[in-house]
């Protein structure tokens, strides 16, 4: 069982930046892939981005790269978001998932394990 807890998400104004953070509970943490998902009103959720279990790998959508950054401290169970350079189009509910373990994260059905989400919202 893990346990995901978001935060760090608030009010930015455009061109501003924001860290997320994902403290997890659980021994096994760290044998997971990590992912951000984010969900805009009206939309479906969709995959931000992913990082392998060591960290020497990541995965991101299109309309983020160059922008976000997203990084593990196994040690401390914790990933990060960092998004840059923000955009309207980023505001969503921000979520943080574990990877089903042996599944390509971008979409839902990868997902073993969901953060309650955290509110990003960039203001134009």
């Known amino acids: 069982q893990v346990q995901l807890v978001e935060s760090g998400g608030g009010l930015v104004q455009a061109g501003g930046s924001l860290r997320l953070s994902c403290a997890a509970s659980?021994?096994?943490?760290?044998?997971?892939?990590m992912a951000w998902y984010r969900q805009a009103p009206g939309k479906e959720r969709e995959f931000v981005v992913a990082?392998?279990?060591?960290?020497?790998?990541?995965d991101y959508t299109d309309s983020v790269k160059g922008r976000f950054t997203i990084s593990r401290d196994n040690a401390k169970n914790t990933v990060y978001l960092q998004m840059n350079s923000l955009k309207p189009e980023d505001t969503a509910v921000y979520y943080c998932?574990?990877?089903?373990?042996?599944?390509?994260?971008?979409?839902?059905?990868?997902?073993?394990?969901w953060g309650q989400g955290t509110q990003v919202t960039v203001s134009s």
């Open positions: 998932a574990a990877v089903i373990p042996g599944t390509p994260p971008g979409r839902v059905a990868a997902i073993h394990y």
């Open positions: 659980g021994r096994t943490f760290r044998s997971y892939a």
């Open positions: 990082i392998t279990w060591s960290g020497s790998s990541t």
